[in-house]
């Protein structure tokens, strides 16, 4: 590996010539990260092609090959035409559920991130300590007992059933709380309580503004863990009330190919499965395409800097 | 997704590293700020209630108790005594084992080498094509999964037959699904890894680096003796989100049983196990015993992470 770091390093070291040893662990080194971007990207080129072929080209046609435009538009016509357009109600409600528990999420964990930095309070350790146990385990864990209460309280099918579990992001609040006590200084907040601002005035005026940058990253993954969460929504609702990843798993039982029994007209092709499956990830994929930068930082804040 | 947030967390607890401990700066208590505390953290603290502590306490009820009569371990001895338990024991398992190698394995290796390129546009366009498939998670990667294993339509159809497979059928028989949700995971969770991985490796002080390189040492003994003892804490960081999120294995199996009609079984994993005693049998005490069986597994590994890992020492 330090072969590929000398020879691109440039003047600062002198290069030997590459024995064929060097040669040959380059040459391994490119064959294996090649082998592993085409794992990577194969699929999602598969599926951006895939919808603009008809059956049969899907069967036959090149993989990699572009059907035609009129097969793209036939392909949306179908699946847009299924059940009465149940798919559009199904991008309706993922839209509905992740926005609306986006809101609350950031209604109560920036508050709450910036009590955990800023203010000494009884059961603030506790708190926090909670906090990352909870943020540590993986969100499936608690969705079946969430599922059990809730459907004593009768609430099972209600959207409450999955907005309001959405809406508890713990981890949204750590980062918060991680933020403002790094990046927004006690001492700043002090001046503006000289000065004679209130407690909700120092937190809208002077802290609000300086976390925009933490505000979008929570707003991030909340959106998109939602948006793209099955098991919850899968247990909490039903029929028309069902986010587009529940519907699209739903959609397998009326595509013949998968499931001969499957009788009647709304038959699936399988072309427009894939459309279905692009366009049920498509918010998220544009918003990783543009965000890409902001990501990386927020994911390996400090890490990148060292 | 669950992937995504551990790997912010990642970046987030290594901030948390840096900072200076919180409660230094104020010393004292006063009625004013505790008042605000509670106002401002009010509306967390019920949601924290509402969707942690409550469910689990609940589940703990329903575990211990048989239409409202307190009847011990009676729940779980049921379910463990069931005839899908077992396997879908040894199945997780097996999962978890092929996931976690393969995941420690190439992960480090390709953090390593995609670290040693100093090709700037190179290294970056690498980890943007390691890390976009992680937009792609869910129902609907397992849906993806679905088309590009079927040897009819797969993009890689070449390889299926050159392995012997002629159906989807084939591919997904019983003895393969280990490798084959590894393959799924593996294709939307990696890439975050290998970013936090790469992040870390940046950490590592250029001077060591250098140092070793003077003294002779060659890139495999570089990588070994130095960059990854320096990578063991976020290795295992890695190592126990990927276990507590193995464990949960629900939507791959379930996804896959629908479409083959049941070649791939309905109680495959724990999760699924717990989610037919609920839906199939109506039998609530049953499924409450193998979630907080699930529940106590991942409980015990974040804490034992806070507590040993050292990795969020905030306080």
Redesign the interface.
């Known amino acids: 590996m330090s072969d590929l770091r000398a020879s691109a390093s440039g003047p600062r070291r002198r290069r030997p010539a590459a024995t064929p040893a060097q040669w040959l662990s380059r040459v391994l080194i490119a064959v294996l990260l090649g082998a592993f971007a085409l794992f990577f990207v194969i699929p999602i080129v598969w599926l951006l092609l895939a919808p603009t072929k008809d059956g049969r080209g899907l069967l036959l046609d090149g993989p990699f090959a572009f059907g035609s435009w009129e097969a793209l538009a036939e392909n949306w016509n179908s699946l847009f035409a299924y059940q009465g357009g149940v798919f559009l109600t199904w991008i309706g409600n993922s839209t509905f559920y992740s926005f609306v528990a986006l809101a609350i999420t950031l209604v109560v964990s920036i508050p709450a991130g910036y009590a955990l930095a800023h203010f000494q309070f009884r059961g603030r350790k506790p708190l926090l300590f909670a906090t990352l146990i909870v943020m540590l385990i993986p969100n499936t864990a608690l969705v079946l007992p969430i599922f059990l209460e809730l459907s004593a309280l009768k609430l099972i099918g209600t959207p409450l059933a999955v907005i309001l579990p959405f809406s508890f992001f713990p981890f949204g609040v750590y980062l918060t709380y991680i933020y403002f006590s790094t990046a927004v200084s006690g001492d700043l907040l002090n001046a503006a309580r000289i000065d004679g601002a209130g407690e909700l005035r120092v937190f809208a005026q002077v802290a609000m503004p300086l976390a925009t940058p933490v505000i979008a990253l929570v707003g991030f993954f909340s959106f998109v863990g939602n948006w793209n969460n099955y098991f919850l929504p899968f247990l909490m609702v039903g029929g028309q009330k069902v986010p587009v990843q529940v519907g699209l798993a739903n959609l397998l039982s009326n595509v013949p190919q998968f499931n001969p029994t499957t009788t009647g007209s709304t038959v699936i092709e399988l072309p427009t499965l894939a459309l279905a499956t692009l366009l049920s990830v498509a918010p998220i994929l544009i918003i990783f395409l543009f965000s890409q930068r902001f990501l990386v930082t927020g994911m390996t804040a400090g890490g990148t800097k060292g | 997704?669950?992937d995504?947030?551990?790997?912010?967390?990642?970046?987030?607890a290594?901030?948390?590293?840096?900072?200076p401990a919180?409660?230094a700066?104020?010393p004292?208590?006063?009625a004013?700020?505790?008042?605000?505390?509670?106002?401002?953290?009010g509306?967390?603290?019920l949601?924290?209630l509402?969707?942690?502590l409550?469910?689990?306490a609940?589940?703990l009820y329903?575990a211990f108790t048989r239409n409202g009569a307190f009847v011990g371990v009676d729940n779980f001895v049921r379910v463990f005594a069931d005839y899908r338990f077992l396997p879908a024991v040894i199945n997780v398992s097996l999962y978890i084992v092929t996931w976690l190698i393969s995941l420690t394995v190439?992960v480090v290796?390709?953090a390593?080498?995609?670290?040693?390129?100093?090709?700037r546009w190179l290294s970056t366009t690498?980890?943007?094509?390691?890390?976009?498939?992680?937009?792609?998670?869910?129902?609907?990667s397992?849906?993806?999964?679905?088309?590009?294993l079927d040897p009819?339509?797969?993009?890689?159809?070449g390889i299926l037959h050159a392995l012997g497979f002629e159906s989807?059928v084939n591919v997904v028989a019983l003895d393969n699904l280990p490798v084959v949700f590894t393959v799924i995971a593996f294709?939307t969770g990696a890439?975050?890894w290998i970013?936090?991985m790469?992040?870390?490796l940046?950490?590592i002080d250029q001077e060591i680096m250098e140092a070793a390189?003077i003294d002779g040492a060659?890139?495999?003994r570089?990588?070994w003796n130095i960059q990854l003892p320096m990578m063991t804490k976020w290795i295992s960081y890695m190592g126990i989100?990927s276990l507590?999120?193995g464990?949960?294995l629900?939507?791959e199996p379930?996804?896959l049983s629908?479409?083959?009609?049941g070649v791939v079984p309905e109680s495959y994993s724990l999760?699924q196990l717990?989610?037919l005693y609920?839906?199939k049998q109506s039998d609530?005490s049953g499924?409450?015993a193998?979630?907080?069986v699930?529940?106590a597994v991942?409980?015990g590994?974040?804490?034992i992470?806070?507590l040993r890992g050292r990795l969020?020492d905030?306080?």
């Not at chain 2, 995504?4 to 987030?12: I, N």
């Not at chain 2, 390593?112 to 090709?119: D, E, G």
């Open positions: 997704m669950t995504t947030t551990s790997l912010v967390t990642a970046g987030a290594r901030t948390g590293l840096r900072r919180a409660g700066k104020r004292r208590f006063s004013r700020q505790a008042r605000f505390g509670y106002v401002f953290s509306g967390y603290v949601l924290l509402a969707f942690g409550v469910p689990t609940y589940a329903l190439f290796l390709l390593l080498i995609v670290h040693a390129i100093r090709v690498a980890r943007f094509l390691f890390y976009i498939p992680g937009a792609i998670a869910g129902a609907s397992v849906m993806l999964w679905l088309f590009v009819t339509v797969s993009p890689v159809s989807l294709w890439g975050g970013v936090i790469y992040g870390a940046n950490n390189r060659g890139a495999v570089t990588a989100m507590a999120a464990t949960q629900f939507v379930r996804v629908q479409a083959t009609k999760n717990a989610y609920a839906f609530f499924s409450a193998i979630s907080l699930l529940l991942a409980l590994l974040s804490t992470f806070i969020f905030s306080e």
